[in-house]
């Protein structure tokens, strides 16, 4: 009866537990600049440096804080990625 009770505990609760912990440390990990977050306190800032275990957040123009990477709650939205070089060929460049 006891298994059972600790079976369905680990099922219940440290399970789900473990999960979010791993998403949050995976979305910590992947911050990068241009990236818009929520600290665990509200405040919405722009990512403009990260260094190993901390984040310069951007939270007013030409205002910087420094945050420790588990005070970011959430990303609101990612910074968008520079987009692939386009070449063109020397037959459509007209002068």
Known sequence: MIVLLFGVMYVMMIRPQQK???????MQSALGPGDEVVTIGGLYGTVTGVEDDAVLLEIA???QTRYAR???AR????????????????DTVKE
């Open 70 to 72: 588990p005070a970011i």
């Open 61 to 63: 123009p030409g205002v």
């Open 20 to 26: 979010r912990r791993r998403e949050a440390e995976a």
């Open 75 to 90: 990303v609101v939205t990612r910074a968008e990625l520079p987009n692939e070089p386009v070449t063109e060929d020397a």
